[in-house]
């Protein structure tokens, strides 16, 4: 039970600071500028023992070794236990140059035991496009171990399959953004809501001028901006630290029945309601006893069995909701009558059967 005042108690100073005033940046991001996926596929060498002989590594590494000026036969299937074919993949932020370097993940995909102690060599990372936007190459930092006995038995520590390289890949070429075209700068909401939308387009204006935002819909906010670049980056520098009240989230109840956990919304209310609770507890127990004979007699000591049963039924409790209890008054009502998270859920579920909650119920 005091698990579940913490996780109310928690759930009700998230909701009074979520009721704060916030940044613009916070809330919303600005249309087209935007991270953007690149992948690659490659050769990680330099593996003690650990790598992989599947046809299309040795294709590679044949292809690897043919830009070098050396040709293998094609009979030949060269052994290479230190080479594992890997896909690199990494994400291209907004307005990052070439010269500059961004995180890579590489991942097997093939047989290999472990990219520990490997080096990726140079891999084209290109985008949805086609086009290469970054050169990848460097040493790999694995946070998995893995090893294997000669009986067969294994251990694997996280993944060794999976290793990155910070700053392991160089940018060649940027890709454009659509932040300097067009007449307007648009406000995409990370959550979105129509009151919130309405509230960002008014503060915007009551800095700038009638009409310069307008909410084109629950989660974008289009506004006037100036097509000079200097003019147009001080002026969405000013927009984005603006402060202003974001609305309330939507009545809910999240229910995670595997752990028990239950988070109730602010404005969750319930109509009229009355609820029973109640319990009945049988309890068996198993007692042995020693029979021991007279003293004149021939007989021997034996055990006995006795098996007594208790049954406990606890007063039923009840409780009345009247129309419009929030949750302070829920919370409390459930305090006093000490209903286990279990029981609460039983209870939520029939109340939202009934029509008795104003809110959505989402069990996970």
Do not use: W
């Amino acid at each position: 039970m005091n698990g579940f005042k913490y996780i109310i108690a928690l759930c009700l100073i998230s909701l009074q600071f979520s009721a704060q005033a916030e940044r613009v940046k916070d809330v919303s991001m600005v249309e087209g500028v935007r991270s953007n996926q690149l992948v690659g596929y490659g050769l990680v060498v330099g593996l003690p023992g650990t790598g992989e002989q599947s046809r299309f590594t040795q294709q590679s590494f044949k292809a690897m070794l043919n830009g070098f000026g050396i040709t293998l036969p094609d009979s030949l299937k060269p052994k290479i236990k230190n080479v594992a074919a890997v896909a690199v993949h990494a994400e291209l932020p907004a307005f990052r140059k070439p010269g500059q370097t961004i995180d890579i993940t590489v991942s097997s995909i093939g047989s290999a035991g472990s990219l520990r102690g490997g080096t990726l060599l140079q891999t084209f990372l290109k985008g949805v496009d086609g086009n290469t936007y970054a050169i990848a190459q460097g040493s790999l930092v694995v946070g998995g171990l893995g090893a294997e006995g000669a009986d067969g038995s294994r251990v694997i520590i996280n993944t060794p399959t999976v290793g990155r390289i910070p700053n392991g890949a160089i940018v060649e070429r940027a890709i454009k953004s659509p932040f300097m075209q067009g007449d307007y700068i648009t406000f995409n909401l990370n959550r979105p809501d129509f009151t919130t939308a309405k509230r960002l387009e008014q503060t915007i204006n009551d800095l700038v001028g009638p009409d310069s935002a307008q909410a084109i819909d629950a989660a974008s906010v289009r506004v006037l901006a100036p097509r000079d670049a200097s003019q147009r980056v001080a002026y969405l520098s000013t927009l984005e630290n603006l402060e202003f009240k974001p609305a309330d989230t939507a009545a809910k109840i999240i229910v995670n029945s595997r752990t028990g956990t239950i988070v109730i919304g602010k404005n969750v209310k319930l109509q009229p309601a009355a609820i029973t609770h109640g319990g009945l507890t049988v309890t068996i127990a198993e007692q042995q006893n020693a029979s021991q004979p007279n003293a004149l007699s021939d007989g021997e000591t034996t055990v006995t069995n006795q098996s007594i049963i208790d049954v406990n039924e606890d007063d039923s409790r009840a409780f009345v909701f009247n129309p419009g209890v929030n949750l302070d008054d829920l919370v409390r009502a459930i305090n006093e009558v000490g209903i286990a998270p279990g029981d609460l859920m039983a209870i939520l579920e029939a109340l939202k059967e009934a029509g008795a909650i104003n809110g959505q119920l989402v069990i996970i």
